[in-house]
């Protein structure tokens, strides 16, 4: 562990999400304080959501078990990365989840190389912590 005070994290998660339950114990474990937060009930805007998707391709940006994906009735060639953010604030189910929050920084999903340099910790990267695993009494992705 370093010396340097931990730093607080701002966590959005899809409510009753077990991959985002797995995430929040893991920085538990490790001693990281968070404040959670509805990522399908925040009110966004685009210029919200693009500070958290700088640097990704629209792919990396999205839900990979969004509902319209499993359906069918959703397709990523379909979109631009600026309509695929305005969308997403029509319907942040697409949101690839966590957004994350770290004083300036703000990432899009659970990275925990990136997460581990900036919160001076060295969490280990567990096989399924960002899956949506078919076990899951989750119906809603």
Not at 107 to 135: E, W
Request: one cysteine or more; a neutral charge; proline letters at 7%.
């Amino acid at each position: 562990m370093f010396s340097t005070t931990p730093k607080h994290v701002i966590f959005y998660e899809k409510t009753g999400c077990s991959g985002n339950a797995r995430q929040k114990a893991l920085l538990r474990e490790y001693g990281v304080s968070f404040e959670v937060r509805s990522l399908l009930d925040t009110p966004w805007d685009v210029p919200t959501l693009e500070s958290f998707f700088q640097g990704l391709t629209p792919k990396e940006m999205l839900n990979p078990f969004a509902p319209q994906l499993k359906e069918g009735t959703f397709t990523l060639e379909d979109y631009t990365k600026e309509s695929l953010i305005e969308k997403m604030v029509k319907e942040p189910i697409l949101i690839r989840r966590p957004l994350l929050q770290i004083g300036d920084v703000k990432l899009c999903g659970f990275d925990i190389a990136r997460l581990n340099l900036l919160l001076h910790v060295k969490m280990p990267t567990p096989q399924n912590i960002n899956a949506c695993l078919s076990s899951d009494a989750c119906n809603n992705a």
